[in-house]
């Protein structure tokens, strides 16, 4: 270091700071136990960080997801602050102005200070530094654990299928029978062939409207004549969208809601739940009915085309 003496131009008179200088040395009464206890707080947060992501991966309770990275930050904050307050050169730092150009010699004096300044701040605590690092290692390796762990778990076999087939029963939820008189005009319910009660991919929405007058069945398209036996109509619940459950029938204009994205789906005569607003690229697939001799409602056939959005499909040809 070095001061000037006279005006800007004479030659500075070099003044030597020592490194056993007050500004040098740090806050802490007790150096090598501040730095044991540092050292114990950085273990404390990559133990509290390690927890956290065990307790993440295994699904456990709210209090100990909280309690884990709480100490995980603790234990690492506070190490940081105490390292910074109690274990770095107390300062305060301060520099006369001098002639802007060095000579030589002051080249020589400022590259020996830096040198000599990093090596008693970071060399001695390069346990810390390890620790630290390892501290933030582990923080780092949790942080990527939602996106391992609650995506779930990559499907293995899938099957897009449902489990309709000829002749399957319409059950309810419960698993019992779907009769031609359960549900009223206007109504709806959602149904499931029986076996699979709850099933995501088979879930059905069942409606039941008031057929033209002078006819029994309500006829959506060419060729589907019988497949809505007095009123009863029966689509796919799985939006053709992103695959969010089509949850709300609207009598007055006969249409289906997917309360996800708002896609909307005409199910009146004439209409084989056409998308009519919305995002959905394609009409819901309808399930053929009929009504058996005991009045239950049963499938002529499973689905003649894939449920869902059709980029589930994509690779599975």
């Given at each position: 270091?070095s001061?000037?003496?006279?005006?800007?131009?004479?030659t500075?008179?070099p003044?030597?700071v020592?490194?056993?200088a007050?500004?040098?040395?740090?806050?802490?009464?007790n150096p090598?136990?501040?730095e044991k206890?540092?050292?114990l707080?950085?273990l404390?947060?990559?133990a509290?960080?390690?927890?956290?992501g065990?307790a993440?991966?295994?699904?456990?309770s709210n209090?100990?997801l909280?309690m884990?990275?709480?100490?995980g930050?603790?234990?690492?904050g506070v190490g940081?602050?105490?390292?910074?307050?109690?274990?770095?050169?107390?300062?305060p730092?301060?520099?006369?102005?001098?002639?802007?150009?060095?000579?030589?010699?002051?080249k020589?004096r400022?590259?020996?200070?830096f040198?000599?300044r990093?090596k008693?701040v970071?060399?001695?605590r390069?346990?810390l530094a390890?620790?630290l690092g390892a501290?933030?290692?582990?923080?780092?390796i949790?942080?990527?654990?939602?996106?391992?762990?609650?995506?779930?778990?990559v499907?293995?076999?899938f099957?897009i299928?449902?489990t309709?087939?000829?002749?399957?029963?319409?059950v309810k939820?419960?698993?019992?029978?779907?009769h031609?008189?359960d549900v009223?005009?206007?109504g709806?319910?959602t149904?499931?062939?029986?076996?699979d009660?709850?099933?995501?991919?088979?879930?059905t929405?069942?409606?039941?409207q008031?057929p033209?007058?002078?006819?029994?069945n309500?006829?959506?398209?060419?060729?589907?004549e019988s497949?809505?036996?007095?009123?009863?109509?029966?689509?796919?619940?799985?939006c053709?969208?992103a695959?969010?459950p089509?949850?709300l029938y609207?009598q007055?204009t006969h249409?289906l809601l997917?309360p996800?994205?708002?896609?909307?789906f005409?199910?009146?005569?004439g209409?084989a739940?056409d998308?009519v607003?919305?995002?959905?690229?394609?009409p819901?697939?309808q399930?053929?009915?009929?009504?058996?001799s005991?009045?239950?409602l049963?499938?002529?056939?499973?689905?003649?085309?894939p449920v869902g959005?059709?980029?589930?499909?994509?690779?599975?040809?």
């Open positions: 270091m001061a000037p003496t006279g005006d800007d131009h004479a500075p008179t003044v030597t020592r490194l056993d007050p500004q040098y040395q740090v806050a802490a009464a090598a136990g501040m206890a540092v050292a707080l950085f404390l947060g990559l509290g960080f390690a927890g956290f065990a993440y991966w295994v699904n456990a209090f100990w909280g884990t990275l709480g100490v930050f603790l234990g690492l940081m602050v105490a390292w910074g307050k109690y274990l770095m050169p107390r300062g730092f301060s520099e006369s102005r001098h002639s802007m150009v060095p000579t030589e010699a002051e020589r400022i590259i020996q200070d040198s000599s990093g008693v970071i060399e001695r390069t346990f390890k620790i501290a933030s290692a582990v923080f780092g949790v942080l990527a654990f939602p996106v391992v762990r609650s995506l779930g778990p499907p293995k076999d099957s299928a449902t309709w087939k000829v002749d399957s029963f319409l939820i419960d698993g019992s029978k779907v031609q008189d009223a005009y206007g709806m319910l149904v499931f062939p029986e076996g009660a709850g099933g995501a991919l088979s879930q929405m069942l409606i039941r008031l033209p007058a002078g006819q029994v309500i006829v959506t398209a060419p060729g589907r497949w809505g036996p007095k009123g009863h109509l029966a689509f796919s619940k799985v053709t969208h695959g969010c089509v949850g609207q007055q249409q997917c996800c994205h708002q896609s909307l005409d199910v009146g005569p209409h739940a998308p607003f919305g995002p959905a690229p394609r819901l697939p399930l053929p009915l009929y009504i058996d005991g009045g239950y049963r499938s002529q056939a499973p689905y003649d085309e959005p059709g980029y589930w499909y994509r690779g599975n040809d």
